[in-house]
T-cell receptor, first 116, second 112 residues
Framework: QQQVKQSPQSLIVQKGGISIINCAYE??????FPWYQQFPGKGPALLIA?????SEKKEGRFTISFNKSAKQFSLHIMDSQPGDSATYFC???????????????FGAGTTVTVRA | NAGVTQTPKFQVLKTGQSMTLQCAQD?????MSWYRQDPGMGLRLIHY???????DQGEVPNGYNVSRSTTEDFPLRLLSAAPSQTSVYFC???????????FGPGTRLTVT
């Protein structure tokens, strides 16, 4: 039983378009929500992360939106580029400062393809 | 720094064989973990360690053993491989005061 549900499974976007990936969680004890990016044949790498005390975090073309009451968070990739083609995983962890500090529950992943 | 390294990159086993997947990190990180990645399942935590001599089970520990004799190394042992263990295995580490997990390049294991 996955603790974090991610959708869609895959998406195709034109260069310059917006990619949106959604995740939902059940465990209200989670308080750390990272997104990882994975290229074929490589390990995942941290892209951006958010804590529930803010509703949005932006780093360059990547933005996380967080809705605590709905227990949902999403990744927006603005001005998508072919180099953004990868698999994206949302995750949830915590509560930070507890024995669950280092355990992450991952979503199933979304394969993003950006067409030139 | 090499970061997190894993060997081998690819491995084919027959059912019932045993093997050890190696993982090493040179960042002096206390926390290390093993995940398996399967299509449509994301990454699932197998075992983790919060320091040398300390290990614990994750979400899917059955069929796997780990040990942590040094800070740098965290090997994963399959005692009797089964086809259900066909997967891509990732080792990860993170240090104190950080929540970013650094992943290795992965080992693709096929059990026939």
């Amino acid at each position: 039983q996955q603790q974090v549900k991610q959708s869609p499974q895959s998406l195709i976007v034109q260069k310059g378009g917006i990619s949106i990936i959604n995740c939902a969680y059940e465990n209200t004890a989670f308080d750390y929500f990272p997104w990882y990016q994975q290229f074929p044949g490589k390990g995942p790498a941290l892209l951006i992360a958010i804590r529930p005390d803010v509703s949005e975090k932006k780093e360059g073309r990547f933005t996380i939106s967080f809705n605590k009451s709905a227990k949902q968070f999403s990744l927006h990739i603005m001005d998508s580029q072919p180099g953004d083609s990868a698999t994206y995983f949302c995750a949830a962890g915590g509560p930070l400062g507890s024995s669950n500090d280092y355990k992450l529950s991952f979503g199933a992943g979304t394969t993003v393809t950006v067409r030139a | 720094n090499a970061g997190v390294t894993q060997t081998p990159k690819f491995q084919v086993l027959k059912t019932g064989q045993s093997m050890t997947l190696q993982c090493a990190q040179d960042m002096n990180h206390e926390y290390m973990s093993w995940y398996r990645q399967d299509p449509g399942m994301g990454l699932r935590l197998i075992h983790y360690s919060v320091g040398a001599g300390i290990t614990d089970q994750g979400e899917v520990p059955n069929g796997y053993n780990v040990s942590r004799s040094t800070t740098e190394d965290f090997p994963l042992r399959l005692l009797s491989a089964a086809p259900s263990q066909t997967s891509v295995y990732f080792c990860a580490s993170l240090g104190q005061n950080s929540y970013e997990q650094y992943f290795g390049p992965g080992t693709r294991l096929t059990v026939t």
